[in-house]
Nanobody, 124 residues
Framework: QVQLVESGGGLVQAGDSLRLSCAASGRTFSSYVMGWFRQAAGKEREFVTAISRSGGSTYYADSEKGRFTISRDNAKNTVYLQMNSLKPEDTAVYYC?????????????????WGQGTQVTVSS
């Protein structure tokens, strides 16, 4: 089992950048595919991006391609989400998640462990 704690959220203006971090407990972090999801008020949780166990493969939702970058540091048990050119529609609670199986994939049902989330608010 792995425990996940997100950090780095906050209130920013449109066009700003923000980097989220997700720290994982345990010594098996590198055995998990890691993903980022977000949930805006009144909406379903949606996939943002995911990264393979080694960090060599990534997958992005179409709407975030080119603006967001996922990365991981297995030595630090941490996954990151760099968000650039933020828009008001990026406002949401951002969650990191861990998946036991090796496929880099979207879909909330495909992830086994979840953090508590961190709020990102982008003002216009």
């Amino acid at each position: 089992q792995v425990q996940l704690v997100e950090s780095g959220g906050g209130l920013v203006q449109a066009g700003d950048s923000l980097r989220l971090s997700c720290a994982a407990s345990g010594r098996t972090f590198s055995s998990y595919v890691m993903g980022w999801f977000r949930q805006a008020a009144g909406k379903e949780r949606e996939f943002v991006t995911a990264i393979s166990r080694s960090g060599g493969s990534t997958y992005y939702a179409d709407s975030e391609k080119g603006r967001f970058t996922i990365s991981r540091d297995n030595a630090k048990n941490t996954v990151y989400l760099q968000m650039n050119s933020l828009k008001p529609e990026d406002t949401a609670v951002y969650y990191c998640a861990a998946r036991r199986l090796p496929t880099v994939i979207a879909g909330t049902r495909n992830y086994d462990y979840w953090g508590q989330g961190t709020q990102v608010t982008v003002s216009s």
